[in-house]
């Protein structure tokens, strides 16, 4: 574990992976406090790594839900509620080019 | 030491990828059918749920079939696994059947009855319009060598474009198939609303789309709609379009290589497209991948890993090489890699990742003499306990100590005699089996030719065992299918054709 907290590869990893290694991460912190040892420079590094890339993963998950869920939101619309939109798209173009 | 066609004879040649040439299984095969048909048999039930090569699945049963000594209480068995076949699938082992298996029309019968019994079924099935979707070029050839037509006047519409009277006739308004041929015009949300809300498959869609393609909302669709095979053999497409910039696209191909990291179907096209690819990032994702299905393969034990470094054996140390990195991670236990000439060079490999293997294997270059038997001896030496063995060697041992002398000083401080497989690569000497043979010990061989590549390794690797028997045990308790687990309304008859 030490090893594949030293040296992970962010792209070989998912979220989970990830999570678990900040995890352990967090308890060899917690240890090296408890016993009074100087923090290697490595932890803080690999914490930082990790949940910048933890971050970086879960924010990209949730464009993909959004954008998803628009896309769901259109097929649940109704014929009157796309005629209205188009509607209204084409009376904006028209006032634009006039 | 095995001789004739014994089961392990038969599990490592069908475990071979013929890349297609459904022609290479026939000799084997029919022998098989012949001297051991009920392994062959229950070999067929196991391949379906745990094998890596879809040729061996279409292959096994039609070659069952058509050898006449194959008992006929066993036809069934693989007549339901032809049955189990997707339509692209049962249509070449339908071409196989005719052009090469069978060998005479007229005895077609069986497997035409077949075809004709999966059509009705699938005609009846919800997931027909799916089916057709994908497949609607493949059910049409389906339907022409079976000699048969849709029963239904929607069916013959959407694969026709005639009702059953044979006139003229769109396709069905507000189905699947009409939005298909419209996706093009549509506005790119609303693309990919539809492929979203009717499951279009990425397939039919990318070729539906045209230029829309290129656009987020529409590849977002298609990643959602993609098989994890499909995620993975698109890779370099999905890259161009966007995968590795797009933030929202880089979440939904996390989320499906996620997916992928559970299915064992696509452990060797994830090979094969991992070294596709140019973008290191990328790589490393379809290889972490890999690592995940790999894991859920599963090899159990201590592993040794003997590769021959002697002269002209540099394909040999590649073998190895990639061995050592599948077993790495397929097992629980540790694994060792020893290159030998008639010195050893040992590595401890567990659960190292294959570049890291190349990376400290790098220097490692073909020359010297050959004694198999060095490396078990250092193993004997530091009291490594192992559990298998696998020997990548042209097997012109000629060197002390040789294996046959140290094997049996192993076995008594091990108290167990460790599996052996060798795989037989290179300028193919037989001094080793012989040695071995006359020395009774039990080796299995992977005869590696020119013709099999890397790619088929993690399939030879996944079938060796600690225990000599184990997977022909596994094999034997694999349970026989009956048509009537297959098909919701067929009792027998195609049997009974």
């Known amino acids: ?98 | 030491m095995e001789t004739g066609l014994t089961k392990n004879n038969i599990l490592s040649q069908l475990s071979k990828s013929p890349h297609g040439k459904l022609v290479d299984y026939l000799a084997v095969g029919m022998t098989a059918a012949k001297q051991e048909p009920e392994f062959l048999a229950h070999l067929i039930a196991w391949d379906r749920i745990n094998g890596q090569i879809r040729d061996a699945k279409v292959a096994l049963p039609v070659i069952t079939l058509a050898e006449p000594a194959f008992p006929p209480e066993l036809r069934e068995n693989s007549l339901a696994h032809l049955a189990l076949l997707g339509p692209r699938e049962l249509l070449r082992a339908f071409r196989f059947a005719g052009r090469e298996a069978f060998g005479n029309a007229s005895r077609m019968g069986t497997v035409r009855h077949l075809v004709r019994t999966w059509l009705r079924e699938k005609e009846n099935d919800r997931h027909w319009d799916r089916l057709a979707l994908q497949h609607h070029k493949v059910l049409k050839e389906l339907y022409s060598l079976a000699h048969a037509r849709p029963e239904k006047d929607r069916i013959n519409v959407v694969l026709y474009g005639r009702h059953l009277d044979k006139t003229r006739a769109p396709l069905p308004t507000g189905s699947v198939f009409e939005v298909v041929t419209h996706l093009k015009d549509m506005s790119p949300v609303g693309a990919a609303s539809e492929i979203i809300s009717r499951r279009i498959p990425f397939i039919v869609a990318n070729g539906a789309l045209g230029e829309k393609m290129k656009d987020p909302n529409v590849v977002l669709a298609l990643i959602q709609q993609m098989s994890p095979t499909e995620v993975v053999t698109n890779t370099k497409m999905l890259e161009k379009l966007g995968v590795k910039t797009n933030p929202a696209l880089r979440g939904a191909f996390e989320e499906a290589l996620k997916k992928a990291a559970s299915s064992k179907k696509n452990v060797l096209k994830t090979t094969r497209a991992a070294e596709a690819i140019d973008d290191e990032g990328l790589k490393e994702k379809l290889r972490g991948l890999q690592d995940r299905q790999l894991l859920s393969m599963g090899v159990e034990g201590n592993w040794l890993v003997l590769g021959d470094k002697s002269g002209s054996m540099a394909r040999a140390i590649e073998i190895a090489r990639r061995i050592a990195g599948t077993l790495a991670k397929m097992v629980k236990g540790r694994v060792w890699l020893v290159f030998f000439d008639t010195q050893p060079q040992t590595i401890d490999v567990s659960g190292a990742p294959l570049d890291a293997i190349q990376k400290a294997t790098q220097y490692i270059c073909a020359n010297g003499g050959t004694s198999i038997g060095c490396g078990l001896q250092r193993m004997l030496e530091t009291k490594e306990e192992i559990d298998g063995i696998a020997i990548v060697s042209d097997g012109g041992e000629n060197s002390t100590p040789f294996f046959h002398h140290v094997y049996p000083q192993y076995a008594a401080f091990a108290g167990k005699e460790p599996t052996v497989y060798l795989y037989h690569c290179g300028n193919k000497s037989y001094a080793f089996t012989h040695l071995m043979q006359s020395a009774g010990i039990d080796m299995q061989v992977f005869d590696i030719d020119e013709s099999v590549d890397f790619y088929s390794l993690p399939n030879l690797v996944s079938t060796m065992r600690t225990n000599r028997y184990s997977l022909c045990d596994e094999v034997m308790a694999t349970k026989l299918l009956k048509l009537k687990d297959v098909f919701e309304s067929v009792g027998k008859e195609a049997v009974a054709c």
């Open chain 1, 1 to 98: 574990m030490l090893s594949d907290f030293q040296n992970f590869n962010k792209d070989r990893l998912n979220v989970d992976d990830m999570v678990a290694l900040a995890a352990f991460g967090r308890i060899l912190r917690a240890e090296y406090e408890a016993q009074k040892v100087d923090e290697p420079e490595f932890v803080d590094t690999q914490l930082k790594l990790l949940r910048r890339e933890i971050a970086s993963k879960v924010d990209d998950k949730r464009q993909a839900r959004r954008k998803q869920i628009e896309a769901q939101l259109q097929s649940l619309k109704t014929p009157a509620e796309r005629r209205a939109e188009l509607e209204k798209e084409k009376a904006e173009l028209e006032a634009a080019v006039s």
